[in-house]
């Protein structure tokens, strides 16, 4: 059996994104895949890219976030690119960013879309 071969932690990585289903990270303002959601907190959020994203650029990004159950979570969020990591044998890069500013009702937003994550990795 193939899948054995895996690591632990890349078995946990490899389902945890089959598990978010691929969320769609978009720029706000045009409307165009950034990439997917790897991973969020109220700190900021890591996306999984198919292109390079320059480093310290501020960005507006809309994730359209559809929780268990159907119930979708529609957040803009104004971030501030911070590092990328490009993964071997991996079709994407990591791209992390930070919050720049958080309102009451995106962190709200935010703790939904956590507290979703961390119910599929249960």
């Known amino acids: 059996e193939e899948q054995d071969m895996e690591s632990p932690e890349e078995k946990r990585t490899s389902d945890r994104l089959q598990l978010d289903n691929f969320q769609r990270v978009r720029d706000a303002e045009s409307g ?13 959020l890591k996306v999984l890219g198919k292109q390079p994203i320059p480093i310290g650029k501020q960005f507006k990004l809309r994730v359209n976030y559809i929780c268990m159950g159907g119930h979708k979570q529609s957040v803009e969020l104004e971030v501030e690119s911070i590092w990328e990591r490009e993964e071997p044998n991996m ?16 962190k709200v937003s935010i703790e939904r879309i956590m507290a979703d994550l961390a119910e599929r990795t249960t």
């Open 32 to 44: 165009n895949l950034i990439g997917y959601l790897g991973d969020i907190s109220l700190v900021g």
């Open 91 to 106: 079709p994407y890069q990591e791209i992390g960013y930070r919050f720049t500013s958080l309102s009451d009702d995106t």
